[in-house]
C-alpha cells in the first residue's frame, strides 16, 4: 500500500514538473515573439538567466493559480456570469505580472495587453500538457477521479443513503426519437449505441421509449410537468392572461417563477428533486436546494440567489476558461462559415443567422454545456440523490440549422461526448449512479409561414378583422432556450425585442403570439375567453379566413352551442366531443391530438383562438410562425414525440402496449423510478478496483 502511494505520488510530481517546464518554454517562445513582453535587462543577460528568469516566473504564476486564483472568482462570485468569464483574462493576466514581479532580479515586464495574451496561451498549453501526461500515464485520470471522490466522502458524513443508487437525468433538448434512432444507426453517438446494446459484443443496460407531449410540444410545458408533476394551464410557450393583462413567456425569469409556484400549489408537492437534489441548466428548480443556471431563480437580486453557482465552480480553474474561451470562438467561427455556405448556397428552407445569433449559439453549444456538465459531475462526486440536468445545445443548432443538419449533427456528436464524461465519472462516484437519458419534445421541420406566403399571422389575423397590414411584415423572433439564458446570465431583462408584459396596441385589436408552429389570438377588451358567436358578430370574416387559409391545419374556438369546436377548410366545424368518430382536420396529425386539444380547451388562459399551422404527415413538415426551420410548439410531427432512455434495472416506464402520453405521466414514471432506487437493490458487476460497487447503468 505505501508503495502505491509513494508511486501516486512520484507520477504527480513527475506530471507538475513536466507542466512547469513545458510553461517554461512557452514564456520564452512568447518572449521571443511578443514585442511588449520582456524576461530580461535592456542590456541583456546570458541565456542561462534567461532561463531562469522564464522558469521563476511559470513557476509563480502556476502556483498563483492554484491557490489566489480560486479565492479570486468566489469573490467575484455575484458579478454577472458572462462578465466573470471576461474577466477571467484580465485576473489572469494580473496573475501573471504579478509573477513577473516576483523575480529576484526585477528585469521581467509586460505591458497589461500582452500579459492576458501570455496568461491564456500559457493556461492553455499547462492544461493541454497536463491533460495529455495524464492519458499516457497508466490510470492517471481514474486515479485523480478516485482522488476528488475520496475528498468529497470525507467531507460528506456517511449516511446509509449512500449505500443506494443515486440518479442522473440528462435533459438532451429537442432531440426527438427518430432523431435519436437515426444518430445511433448512423454511429454519430457511440456512448448511447452501447447504453442500447448496439456495437458487436456490447450489453444493452438501456431501454429506449417514445413518449407523445401535450399539444404544447415546447421546454415550458414539458419541463414543468415532467420536474414538478403538472403543466396543467400552460397552453403555449408564450400567452396573454386576461385577469393580470400580462404577457406570460415561459423562459422569462419572472413568468418561470410563477409557472413553477403555480405547479407546487395545484400539486402540493415541491417537486422531483425536493430530497438532495441538484437542478442544472432548467428552466424549473423541481424543488431542489442545489440550483445552477435555473431560470425560475434568475431574476433574484439578493445573495439567496444560487442559480450562478455553477459558474464559480468551472471558471474556479482557469485552464477551464481558456479552454471553454477557445470553443467558443471556434463555435462561432463555425457558425458563421456554415451560414456563409448555406446563403451562397441558396439552401432552402433558410433563417437568417447573423447578428447576435452565433454568439447566442456558441454560448449554448459551449459555455452552458460545459458548466452543466461540470456541475453534473461535481454533484456526482459530492454523492446526491438526484440530478437533473438540461443540455440546450441541439435544440438551439437545429431551429435555425434544421433538425437534421449537418450543425445539427455535430452537436449530437459531441453531446454524446459528454455522455460519455458523465458515464466514466459514475464509475467513480461515491455511490452508485443510474443515468436516465430523455428529452422534453422533438422537432418539425420546415419553412417559416412568413417564406411561405409573404405575411406573418398576425397580419392574416389582422386583414380578417378588416384592419391595416403593415406593408413589411415584422418577423417573431424565435424563442429558444439559450437566448434568455444569455440573457439572465448578463442580468439584462430577458424580453425579445418589442416583446413586453403588457400589450402595446389598442386594446380593441387583437394581440397575435407565436409559439413555434401554434398561434394564439386573444382580444385584451373582453375580459372573458370570447366565442365564435361573439367574434363572428365582430369580425365576421375572421374565423372563415384562419380556417380556410393553406398555411393552417386546423383552428380551435369557444362556442356557445357546441362548447369546444374545431374548425378547418371547406366549413368543417366539429365539436370536440364527436372528434373521436370524425377528427375531422385533426385526422392528419395523429393518434392523440383529439384528447391533446381537449385538454387544452380546458385550460382557464386558452387562447379565444388557437391556430395550429399545416402539416404534411408524409414529409413531417409544419409551418413555423416564428422565425425557425426546426420548430416545436404545437402538433405535427417529430415535435411530439420525444424519447425516454431507462436503465433496464429500473421497471419499465409502461406495461406492453401502452403508451407514454404527457409530461405529467413522464413525472409519475421518474417518481416511481427514484422510490425504487431506495428499496432493495440487485447487486451486478462491480468496478476493478472498487469491491462491491454497483455499476453504473
Known amino acids: 500500500m505505501g508503495r502505491e502511494r509513494w508511486r501516486r505520488v512520484g507520477s504527480a510530481v513527475w506530471r507538475s514538473v513536466a507542466v512547469w517546464a513545458v510553461s517554461t518554454i512557452t514564456m520564452l517562445v512568447l518572449a521571443g515573439i511578443l514585442p511588449d513582453f520582456r524576461l530580461q535587462s535592456a542590456d541583456g543577460d546570458s541565456a542561462t538567466r534567461i532561463a531562469a528568469t522564464a522558469a521563476l516566473g511559470a513557476g509563480a504564476f502556476g502556483v498563483l493559480s492554484s ?55 500559457m493556461s492553455a498549453v499547462a492544461s493541454a500538457t497536463g491533460g495529455a501526461l495524464a492519458v499516457r500515464d497508466d490510470d492517471a485520470y481514474r486515479r485523480r477521479l478516485y482522488r476528488l471522490s475520496d475528498r468529497r466522502r470525507r467531507r460528506t458524513p456517511p449516511t446509509e443513503a449512500l449505500s443506494t443508487p443515486g440518479t442522473v437525468f440528462l435533459q438532451l433538448d429537442g432531440v426527438g426519437h427518430d432523431v435519436l434512432v437515426d444518430a445511433v444507426g448512423r454511429g454519430l453517438m457511440p456512448t448511447v449505441a452501447a447504453w442500447l446494446g448496439a456495437g458487436r459484443g456490447a450489453r444493452t443496460t438501456h431501454r429506449l421509449t417514445p413518449w407523445r407531449t401535450d399539444w404544447s410540444s415546447q421546454t415550458g410545458a414539458s419541463q414543468l410537468g415532467i420536474l414538478h408533476g403538472s403543466n396543467y394551464d400552460i397552453p403555449a410557450f408564450r400567452w396573454y392572461e386576461k385577469d393580470s393583462q400580462e404577457i406570460v413567456v415561459c423562459n422569462r425569469p419572472t413568468s418561470a417563477a410563477e409557472l413553477q409556484r403555480r405547479a407546487v400549489e395545484h400539486t402540493g408537492d415541491g417537486g422531483l428533486l425536493t430530497v438532495d437534489g441538484a437542478s442544472r441548466g432548467n428552466l424549473f428548480s423541481g424543488g431542489a436546494e442545489q440550483l445552477a443556471l435555473v431560470l425560475s431563480v434568475a431574476a433574484r437580486r439578493d445573495r439567496g440567489n444560487r442559480s450562478r453557482a455553477g459558474y464559480f465552480a468551472y471558471f474556479s480553474d482557469p485552464a477551464n476558461a481558456v479552454r471553454t474561451a477557445m470553443s467558443f470562438v471556434a463555435d462561432v467561427g463555425r457558425e458563421i462559415g456554415e451560414s ?10 433558410r433563417v437568417g443567422r447573423g447578428g447576435l445569433y452565433p454568439f447566442i449559439r456558441a454560448f449554448a453549444t459551449v459555455i452552458e454545456r460545459d458548466v452543466v456538465v461540470a456541475a453534473v459531475i ?11 440536468a438540461d443540455l440546450v445545445a441541439y435544440d438551439e443548432v437545429a431551429h435555425h440549422s434544421g433538425p437534421r443538419s449537418r450543425d445539427a449533427e455535430k452537436v449530437l456528436q ?33 419553412e417559416t409561414f412568413h417564406n411561405r406566403y409573404g405575411l406573418v399571422l398576425g397580419e392574416l389575423v389582422r386583414a380578417g378583422c378588416g384592419l391595416p397590414v403593415p406593408r413589411k411584415a415584422r418577423r417573431t423572433h424565435s424563442g429558444a432556450e439559450a437566448r434568455a439564458a444569455v440573457r439572465a446570465a448578463l442580468r439584462r431583462p ?21 409559439s413555434g408552429n401554434l398561434g394564439l389570438v386573444s382580444f385584451p377588451d373582453v375580459p372573458h375567453r370570447m366565442s365564435r358567436e361573439e367574434i363572428d358578430a365582430r369580425h365576421p370574416a375572421l374565423l372563415t379566413t384562419l380556417a380556410n387559409h393553406p398555411g393552417i391545419g386546423f383552428v380551435l374556438v369557444r362556442s356557445e352551442e357546441h362548447g369546444g369546436l374545431v ?35 380546458s385550460f382557464p388562459h ?13 414529409d413531417g413538415e409544419v409551418l413555423a410562425f416564428e422565425e425557425q426551420i426546426g420548430s416545436h410548439g404545437g402538433l405535427g410531427g417529430a415535435q411530439g414525440r420525444p424519447f425516454l432512455m431507462s436503465p433496464v434495472t429500473f421497471s419499465a416506464p409502461v406495461e406492453d402496449g401502452e403508451e407514454l402520453v404527457g409530461a405529467e405521466h413522464v413525472h409519475q414514471v421518474l417518481r416511481r423510478w427514484l422510490r425504487e432506487c431506495d428499496g432493495p437493490q440487485v447487486p451486478v458487476e462491480s468496478h476493478p478496483g472498487h469491491p462491491g460497487r454497483r455499476q453504473a447503468a
Open 414 to 446: 459531441r453531446l454524446d461526448r459528454s455522455l460519455a464524461l458523465i458515464a466514466q465519472v459514475a464509475e467513480h462516484a461515491p455511490r452508485a449512479y443510474r443515468v436516465v437519458l430523455l428529452s422534453d419534445h422533438g422537432q418539425s421541420p420546415g
Open 378 to 388: 461535481g454533484d456526482m462526486f459530492a454523492g446526491r440523490a438526484s440530478v437533473y
Open 340 to 349: 456563409t455556405r448555406a446563403r451562397l448556397g441558396k439552401r432552402r428552407p
Open 494 to 514: 430577458v424580453e425579445e425585442d418589442g416583446e413586453q408584459y403588457r400589450p402595446t396596441r389598442p386594446p380593441s385589436e387583437p394581440l397575435v403570439l407565436a
Open 567 to 601: 374548425l378547418g377548410a371547406h366549413g368543417a366545424a366539429i365539436p370536440l366531443d364527436e372528434l373521436d368518430e370524425n377528427p375531422g382536420p385533426l385526422a392528419d396529425f395523429g393518434p392523440g391530438a383529439a384528447d391533446a386539444v381537449r385538454r387544452t380547451h
Open 67 to 121: 491557490v489566489v486564483w480560486p479565492v479570486l472568482v468566489r469573490a467575484l462570485l455575484l458579478v454577472p456570469a458572462l462578465v466573470l468569464g471576461v474577466l477571467v483574462f484580465f485576473l489572469n493576466g494580473s496573475l501573471l505580472i504579478l509573477a513577473l514581479r516576483l523575480d529576484p532580479s526585477g528585469q521581467s515586464e509586460a505591458a497589461p495587453e500582452t500579459a492576458v495574451v501570455v496568461a491564456a496561451v
Open 606 to 618: 386558452v387562447a379565444d383562438i388557437m391556430v395550429n399551422s399545416w402539416y404534411d404527415p408524409e
